[in-house]
């Protein structure tokens, strides 16, 4: 992952309503949230959300699907792992770090 599109990805979750969004939509897993759900949930105006989740798509960690009448938005888990790995990449030089029984690096 390039640099500049990890800043606009971390840039896009560094607001709380965008965060708790994307949050929402990896819970939701594959089959998404139309915006009427999510904006039920969050209790936000839809024109509210509709700038967000254009945010996300921007930031290229959501993507919008029209299915009929309904739009549906999910978590693009793809850039999601590569964003991780990108922040990760270069945790304890490279080598393996991490103790399996644990979350925290062991270096």
């Known amino acids: 992952m390039e ?3 990890a800043i606009r990805s971390l840039a896009a979750l560094a607001h709380n309503l965008r965060l708790r969004v ?12 139309t915006p009427g759900a999510i904006a039920e949930q969050l209790d936000v105006p839809g024109a509210t959300l509709s700038f967000h989740l254009k945010e996300l798509m921007h930031a290229q960690l959501v993507t919008q699907e029209r299915d009929g009448r309904n739009l549906i ?9 590569a964003l991780l790995g990108f922040l990760s990449e270069n945790c304890c030089k490279g080598e393996p ?3 399996v029984s644990s979350t925290a690096c062991q270096c």
């Open 3 to 5: 640099e500049d599109i």
């Open 73 to 81: 938005y999910r978590a693009e888990f793809a850039h999601m792992s």
């Open 22 to 33: 994307f949050r929402m939509l990896v819970v939701a897993g594959p089959a998404g949230l």
């Open 97 to 99: 770090c991490l103790d």
